[in-house]
Each structure stands twice: as structure tokens, then as C-alpha cells.
């Protein structure tokens, strides 16, 4: 199993590619409709990929990603620094029981071309071909409480410290966005 995630200006999208021990393949798009990192990106789709192998009835599982972060977080080599990494961590190894045997390979880019052609398909809210399966993840799998939020109005004025001359000149735009 392949997994990539990508985000650009239109949002983030993330990818799963199957290929079957018989060489046929399962392509399927998620299209992240919340804010979301490139790092969260590829967590969904890593996470979308094992729950989604389990539904299959896969046993020994082979986990190929080309985000350095992921798979060595998953492979114990680093730790998880941010909250929300470390719930998708969690999350995973939960899934991990669910396997016989699962392993976390890191392939550089170039070896992650048709994930990383079907994640862009994602991030990009573009036409999907056929033969693409599709989601839409509307919230994170894990820690809703986690989701960026925009700053509150204290915290912007709070923020705001005067310059010398008595006008601090974030005042107009602090205004301007908490007003119209």
C-alpha cells in the first residue's frame, strides 16, 4: 500500500493505492475539507489506508509513504512532538492489531509518483478519473478539539503592543479584519 498527502491553495487531498498480490490495483482519493498541514494530510491517508485494509481483511501489510515524518514516527525512530501527530500516532497503532504483521517503508518521491499524481487529484478538488474511488473527510479522524480555530478578538488585540509614537499601526488592519 501506497499513501502520499499534498496540500496546495485549493486545499489538502491525500491518496491510497492498493496493489494487490494478484498486481491489480485500488486507487482511492480523499479530499480533506477541513484545515489541514501536509503533515496531517499524510497521517488521513496513512490512517484511511490501514483502517481501510482491515475492512478488506489484509493481514500482513506493507505501508509505503514518502513523508520522513510519518514513517519514522510510525517506525519508533522519532517522537511526536505536536498534540496532533501524536494522536494520529495513537491512533494507528491502534489499528496495527488488526495485522499480523505491518511494515512502515519510506520510499523517496520519485517512487511515490501515482500516489503522489492521485493526492494532487485530492488537494485540488480536480475531476477525478474513472476508476477512482472518492471521499470526502469533512473533519479530522482524531482530536476535534485539535482543529485550528482562527485567533479570538482578545488574542489579536491582546497581541497588538503600541509603538513609541502612541499608534501602533496593526490597529486599522486588527479593526478592519474583527470589523469589515
Known amino acids: 500500500m501506497f499513501f502520499d498527502g499534498s496540500l496546495n491553495i485549493n486545499g489538502a487531498g491525500a491518496e491510497i493505492l492498493f496493489i494487490l498480490p494478484n498486481k491489480d490495483k485500488l486507487l482511492y482519493v480523499l479530499r480533506i475539507l477541513f ?8 497521517y488521513e491517508a496513512c490512517l484511511h489506508d490501514i483502517r481501510l485494509s482491515v475492512e478488506l481483511g489484509v493481514k500482513r501489510l506493507y505501508v509505503y509513504g514518502d513523508s520522513a515524518l510519518v514513517i519514522n514516527q510510525l517506525n519508533k525512530k522519532w517522537d511526536t512532538t505536536h498534540e496532533k501527530m501524536d494522536l ?3 491512533e494507528i ?31 485540488s478538488q480536480a475531476q477525478t478519473p474513472q476508476g477512482v ?3 470526502d473527510i469533512h473533519t479530522p479522524s482524531v482530536g476535534m478539539d485539535l ?32 470589523d469589515g
Open 35 to 42: 484545515p489541514a498541514s501536509t503533515n496531517v494530510a499524510e
Open 147 to 178: 482543529v485550528d480555530k482562527p485567533p479570538n478578538e482578545t488574542l489579536l488585540i491582546g497581541d497588538a503592543t503600541p509603538t513609541t509614537n502612541g499608534h501602533d499601526w496593526r490597529t486599522p488592519f486588527v479593526k478592519y479584519l474583527l
Open 88 to 90: 494520529y500516532y495513537k
Open 93 to 123: 497503532w491502534r489499528w496495527e492489531s488488526n495485522f499480523y504483521g505491518i511494515e512502515y517503508i519510506h520510499v523517496v518521491r520519485d517512487r511515490n509518483q501515482a500516489a503522489d499524481a492521485l493526492s494532487k487529484i485530492g488537494s
Open 133 to 135: 474511488f472518492v471521499q
